[in-house]
């Protein structure tokens, strides 16, 4: 199957019918060579970084945009059109395979029209780009509805560099099994394989290496044995956080696919128990995926956590970590397509219902119990403004500063995308006093 054909097809269930890239790219990624697979996934991931600026430019050179049955090859154009600009393939070769996708698409009939667009693109490119620097829209490439959010909550100048930060590829994190390794021995194992890394500047980040250049899972030293994981450094931060000690009753209750999980237990063998919830089955199997691999146990639970009272009847809980459902907005570089999945009306309800959880999770906490917020967003409506009015509607609950005093504002920790070398994330540790 030509490589090129598979790209449009995969930006066309995701841009025009809504489909996550993590659902659609997998399935047509299934019977590619490695070489092809990294590709597919490469053009996939540059179209989707630099949509609104193809799209620009496909729209100039058309007459009439394809729409229907045909609106697939919109998209391959936008793929030939990316090869150009962002990769370092041939012009000949991006020109000539993506030609042949209107084929492989089974229309050879509009081969002419894919040659003669990116032919004319070629002749006009410097046009175009002078235009399309004029616009913000097209140099950023986020909707409008997320910049104007990142610009209130940031300033315009901070906002930029988020959305400039969303735009880089993000790095393959590390998450070293301290049950077997610290990082500095398992440093030593990559460098004998020629993989070289650095450990996280944030010095509580004690098991987090950063892979100067992403490589195979199976490559990596005792992957399947469990003596690492993949996990970005932010998040890596929960279970520093969560600080779990011998004896505690444990809730993670949002957690497939479960990274978070077995990092707590890595680090406190000693827990009494780990209850792993979340209200999406199919991701719960991921959880205990996890655990086989690293050879660890929890008692896994499909059940609403807004509603505890519909699965849990036990004793109260020591420590919970509430890895929140919210817009992803602090992973886009990892997600592209977050941004044009994401509507702005979600972000309220995305509120209401971190509010809803939040609120359920506290009655079952012990007094002298933590619960630790997480997201992986940048917005402060889910993020320090959830927290506020959370504490102002609880007498009972006090914030514990994280180990370091972040800023006098916030009540918590805010991470911005690419803040050394980490995705967006946001941490409040609060403690039931009464
Ligand atoms: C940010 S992800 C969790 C990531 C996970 N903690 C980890 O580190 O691997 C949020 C999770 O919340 C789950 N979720 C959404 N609404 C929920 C609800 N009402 N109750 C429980 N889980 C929910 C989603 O299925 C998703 O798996």
Aim: hydrophobic share 40%; aromatic share 6%.
């Amino acid at each position: 199957m030509n490589v090129r054909a598979l790209a449009a097809k995969v930006l066309n269930q995701v841009v025009e019918q809504g489909q996550s890239l993590s659902q659609a790219l997998p399935v047509l990624q299934q019977d590619l060579s490695p070489k092809d697979k990294a590709l597919l996934q490469m053009l996939c991931y540059g179209v989707l970084r630099t949509l609104p600026r193809l799209d620009f430019f496909c729209r100039s050179l058309m007459q009439k945009p394809l729409k229907g049955k045909q609106r697939v090859f919109h998209f391959l154009i936008l793929v030939g059109i990316y090869q150009l600009l962002y990769t370092r393939i041939p012009s000949h070769a991006a020109v000539g395979e993506t030609v042949n996708g209107a084929k492989a698409l089974n229309k050879q009939a509009l081969k002419g029209m894919v040659n003669g667009v990116l032919r004319n693109f070629l002749r006009e490119q410097e046009a175009l780009i002078e235009k399309a620097d004029q616009n913000d829209t097209l140099v950023y490439c986020h909707p409008g509805w997320l910049v104007k959010r990142l610009q209130n909550a940031y300033g315009k100048d901070k906002a930029a560099s988020i959305m400039l930060a969303n735009n880089q590829q993000a790095p393959m994190w590390l998450r070293v099994n301290a049950q077997h390794h610290n990082v500095e021995s398992y440093q030593l194992l990559l460098e004998e394989l020629d993989l070289s890394s650095y450990v996280a500047s944030d010095n509580e980040n004690k098991n987090a290496l950063c892979l100067n250049k992403a490589t195979d899972v199976y490559k990596l030293p005792g992957f399947e044995q469990g003596w690492v994981s993949v996990q970005d450094g932010a998040a890596q931060l929960a279970a520093h956080y969560l600080d779990a000690q011998p004896g505690d009753l444990i809730l993670d209750a949002c957690a497939a696919p479960g990274g978070k999980t077995v990092h707590c237990l890595e680090l406190q063998p000693k827990i009494a128990q780990m209850v792993a919830v979340d209200a999406d089955a199919t991701r719960l199997l991921r959880v205990q995926e996890n655990l086989d691999r690293l050879k660890l146990t929890a008692t896994i639970i499909h059940g609403d956590a807004s509603e505890p009272d519909l699965w849990w009847e036990g004793e109260m809980f020591d420590r919970i970590l509430c890895d929140a459902p919210c817009s992803a907005t602090g992973v886009i570089r990892r997600h592209p397509d977050i941004r044009w999945l994401r509507r702005d009306s979600d972000i309220s309800e995305l509120v209401a219902l971190q509010k809803s959880i939040l609120n359920a999770l506290w009655k079952k906490l012990k007094v002298g119990g933590t619960l630790l917020y997480a997201t992986c967003s940048i917005l402060p409506e889910e993020n320090d403004l959830q927290i506020k009015a959370f504490l102002k509607q609880h007498q009972d609950a006090c914030l514990i500063p994280l180990s370091k005093k972040y800023d006098d504002i916030l009540q918590g920790r805010q991470l911005l995308p690419n803040e050394d070398a980490m995705d967006g994330f946001y941490y409040a540790k609060l403690k039931k006093t009464s």
